[in-house]
């Protein structure tokens, strides 16, 4: 009688620790698809960069924790429901905040270097990053950096280029690029120039794409950040596309 009380505990105790094992795995599973406490300390300071007030951080940091992704890092540029364009320096920052509160910032060296009185283009001085020189009816820029910033991850490259009044642009180069994600990756980077001179019908672009992996929620898409050059101007432009 007693060896058989003391196999039914055996059993029992086997069958528990079976239960207690696979529960312990589950969790371990969990975790690797969960954000780290480093991830939403990082995602803070990149929320604070953008101008995201505490409260609304605090609350994106709820629906990221929840399985969601901020409305910026998801939507198109279309669908912010503001935007504003600052001037600093020669830093043009143009960011567009959505219905949830999140902010993403497209920047860009720029200089108004075309001075329509006179239809040449004006002499330029150094800028942070990189430089502009100038001469009769031209002007050509080397490691101009191009950034667009969001809640959850960065693009940003260097190019070169040159914009000549009455001819055709060309980008001469486009490289150094970065792409960072916090709690996430990236995969099938591509840094290209896409049309190395103007022609009648598009202008000039370099195109640094990639495809965004999310972790908590495991969610990819692809985005890319464009630099166009033409008509003698230039400009940055955020795509929600390869």
Not at 43 to 58: F, P, Q, S, V, Y
Request: glycine share 8%; with cysteine; aromatic share 8%.
């Amino acid at each position: 009688m007693k060896r058989i009380f003391f196999s039914i505990c055996l059993a029992i105790l086997l069958g528990l620790s079976g239960v207690l094992s696979t529960s312990v795995k589950a969790e371990g599973i969990d975790d690797e698809k969960s954000l780290s406490k480093l991830d939403y300390l990082e995602i803070r300071e990149n929320m604070n960069d953008l101008g995201i007030d505490k409260k609304t951080a605090d609350q994106l940091i709820i629906k990221i924790k929840n399985g969601g992704i901020p409305d910026s890092d998801t939507l198109d540029v279309s669908e912010a429901v503001e935007t504003i364009v600052e001037q600093n320096s020669n830093i043009e920052t143009t960011t567009y905040i959505y219905s949830d509160g999140s902010r993403s910032a497209l920047s860009f060296e720029d200089l108004n270097l075309l001075d329509n009185t006179i239809g040449l283009i004006s002499p330029t001085a150094s800028i942070s990053g990189g430089s502009c020189s100038s001469g009769s009816g031209y002007v050509s820029c080397t490691n101009r950096l191009i950034e667009h910033k969001l809640v959850m991850y960065t693009y940003s490259f260097r190019a070169n280029y040159q914009t000549i009044k009455g001819g055709y642009d060309k980008i001469t180069w486009a490289g150094n690029w970065n792409i960072r994600v916090t709690g996430g990756s990236y995969s099938n980077s591509s840094m290209r120039i896409m049309r190395s001179t103007e022609n009648a019908s598009n202008p000039a672009q370099a195109r640094l794409s990639a495809t965004i992996t999310i972790t908590g929620d495991l969610t990819s898409f692809t985005r890319s950040l464009s630099l166009i050059v033409g008509k003698d101007k230039s400009s940055a432009r955020w795509n929600t596309y390869y």
